[in-house]
Structure formats: C-alpha cells, structure tokens
C-alpha cells in the first residue's frame, strides 16, 4: 500500500475511534446536543413516572424503536452489496476496474477499501441491533413503572430508567454516525485525497451539528428551561402518596 494510503487510513481510523471521547470531552462544557439529550431524556423519563398513564411514552419509543429497525434494515442490504462485490473474485474487480474516477488500485488494496466500507457499515448495524435491545429493555421499565408508588420511589425508578433510554439512544446515534463514516471510507475508492477530504468534512459536519446547528441551540434552551422548572405531578399523585 502507497505510503500515501497509509497516513490518511490512519487519520480516519483516529477520527472514527475518537470521535466520542472527543464529543464527551467537549460535553463537559455543555454546548453539545449528546450532552443536552442525556438531560432531556432524563427528565423524560422523570415526566413519565409521574404520568397517570404512560402510553403516550411508550409510543414516542416504539417510534424509535422502528427508525433504528429500519436503518438495521437499510444497513443489511448495504452490507450485502458491498459484500457481494468483495467476495466476487476476479469477476467482480474485472466489471468495475475501468470505472471512469476509480484510483488506480491493485485488486488486493481494492478489496482493502472495500473492506474499510464493510466494517464501518457492520459496526454501525451492532450499534442499532444493540440500541434496539436496549430500547425494548425500556420499553418493559415504562410498562412496569410503579405508578402507585410514593414520590421518591418514582425518583428512583425514573433515575433507572434513563440509565436504560441514554445508552439505547446513544448507541442508536452511533449507528447513524457509522454512515458518515462509511461513506467517507467509500471515498477512497476515489483516491487518498478525496479518502482525507471526506473524512475531515464527515468530522467537521459531525462536530458542527453537534455544536453550531440551529438544532443544538434550540436543544439547549429546551435543557436550559426544563433544568429552572422542576417535574410537577398531576392531581392523582397526592392522594397516592397520601395512601402511600
């Protein structure tokens, strides 16, 4: 492999590798969506062990739940394509190999890149099978809240609960994140230059609507609002806590 080739696979694989810990570094200064979400969905999860009834919650994450089943979907019949053209032979490379822009490449460093696709897209489909566990897991904690339950029971439970919703998300979002990468990987095909640019400009998007997008402001304000007023409960948690 070009010497070229190298430095700019080892770039992406530091920037795929260490986005996260980057982002999370960055998230103790808040600022960041990841960061303000983990709030938010904490305090959803508070909201909704105060709810008389919990069927809107379960709801909004089974709607969730069938977005990362079928971007899991999406991701196979990628992951089939992909692996299709790589395990093809000599007949494959043979179809494609005067493609007009395609980097001229050995058969072995075109199946490298090819592979480099492969992972990323089989990484990103672990994130959303995982983040669909955890969010069925989740889905049972809202079934099974204990809505008769004095007040700090409730906080404790609702505490739980987002430990199991933040890591479902998250690993959702990590599966989403793997397509940036993919198709920055999918670059290389092109050449090493356009490999570099492509995953410098993935990152750079990445951080930007992590930090600098319309939506990372107004997500928080919505932090910034839900953090001064404090969870108010309904007019049949008092007589529960009297009973209680």
């Not at 930090?211 to 049949?236: D, F, M, N, W, Y």
């Amino acid at each position: 492999m070009p010497i070229l080739d190298i430095v700019v696979l080892a770039f992406f694989i530091f920037c795929w590798l260490f986005y996260e810990p980057l982002l999370k570094r960055l998230g103790h200064a808040r600022n960041v969506i990841n960061t303000d979400m983990t709030v938010i969905r904490r305090r959803w999860m508070a909201e909704m062990a105060v709810r008389e009834i919990a069927l809107l919650d379960g709801q909004l994450l089974g709607h969730a739940i069938n977005s990362a089943s079928f971007f899991a979907s999406s991701n196979l019949i990628l992951i089939a394509a992909a692996a299709g053209v790589l395990f093809g032979g000599d007949s494959a490379w043979k179809s494609i190999e005067n493609i007009a822009g395609l980097a001229p490449a050995s058969s072995q460093l075109f199946q490298i890149k090819l592979g480099l696709v492969l992972i990323a897209l089989a990484r990103g489909l672990l994130d959303f099978i995982w983040a669909i566990r955890q969010m069925n897991y989740c889905l049972a904690a809202i079934g099974a809240t204990p809505m008769w339950a004095p007040r700090a029971v409730l906080e404790d439970y609702a505490e739980a609960a987002g430990g199991i919703l933040n890591p479902a998300l998250s690993a959702f979002n990590a599966g989403v994140r793997g397509y940036y990468f993919a198709l920055a990987a999918a670059a290389w095909v092109l050449g090493p230059i356009p490999f570099a640019v492509a995953t410098g400009g993935a990152m750079a998007l990445l951080l930007w609507r992590q930090r600098r997008s319309a939506a990372s402001a107004a997500v928080r304000k919505i932090r910034e609002i839900l953090e001064r007023q404090p969870v108010t409960t309904g007019p049949h948690m008092p007589k529960h806590d009297e009973v209680a």
